[in-house]
């Protein structure tokens, strides 16, 4: 597709659930990033994947959460033994080389609820 | 570290009102600046950058000039119009040349509200 692709677009789930976020960033971007949006928060930083190398994952909030990204392309985003207070949007976000240098390209986020 | 700070919104103005939404950052080294839009129900999307001092970005009329002396990069727009009614997000991204992590930090957004 031309665009950023997150799935699914909405998650409803029960406190102590697993849930995994899909990503699919634009092709030939090697960088992607996750981000949380928490109402009154702005974006929180949680991971980011640069071609190969070691991902960056020193925005992620607990050993609950962890990414990996398959092949240089798909990312899934796992929570494991959700609470409540993970409760957010999900945003994803490719680029072509470092966020410096070429702009982020969003996709329209998965929005968790955890009840 | 690094760190941005924006206006608390919600900002309501009038259509056709001019539009100051204020930006300021702290940053180790020497950073990129950046204007994101999320309209509602979309994503968010680049709507200006600047990556050096005195530099200004410009995009559908919003403009933002790169201020190193008060490490400033308010959007302003003339003329706003309904259509401009949306979530916006100052941010910066500042390099490494040692590599690491050099995603975008967020302000946390300013909810613009555009009456008709």
């Known amino acids: 597709g031309a665009g950023v692709s997150q799935s699914p677009s909405n998650k409803v789930t029960e406190k102590g659930k697993d849930v995994e976020l899909r990503c699919d960033p634009i092709?030939?971007?090697?960088?992607l990033y996750w981000y949380r949006q928490s109402l009154g928060q702005g974006l929180e930083f949680l991971i980011y994947f640069q071609g190969n190398s070691a991902p960056d994952k020193s925005g992620l909030p607990s050993d609950r959460f962890s990414a990996e990204r398959t092949g240089g392309s798909v990312s899934t985003l796992t929570i494991q033994r959700t609470q409540q207070e993970d409760s957010a949007v999900y945003l994803c976000?490719?680029?072509?080389?470092?966020?410096?240098?070429?702009?982020?390209?969003f996709g329209n986020g998965t929005r968790l609820t955890v009840t | 570290g690094n760190s941005v700070t924006q206006m608390e919104g919600p900002v309501t103005l009038s259509e056709e009102a001019f539009l100051t939404i204020n930006c300021t950052y702290t940053a180790t080294g020497y950073p990129s600046l950046f204007w994101y839009v999320q309209y509602p129900g979309e994503g968010l999307q680049l709507l200006l950058k600047a990556t050096k001092a005195d530099d200004k970005g410009s995009n559908k009329g919003f403009e933002a000039t790169y201020r190193k002396e008060t490490t400033s990069f308010h959007l302003e727009k003339g003329s706003v119009q309904v259509s401009d009614s949306a979530v916006y997000f100052c941010?910066?991204?500042?390099?490494?040349?040692?590599?690491?992590?050099?995603?975008?930090?967020f302000g946390k957004g300013t909810h613009l509200i555009i009456q008709p």
């Open positions: 976000a490719s680029s072509l080389a470092r966020a410096g240098n070429s702009p982020l390209h």
């Open positions: 092709s030939g971007h090697t960088a």
């Open positions: 941010a910066l991204s500042v390099s490494y040349s040692g590599g690491g992590a050099d995603g975008l930090t």
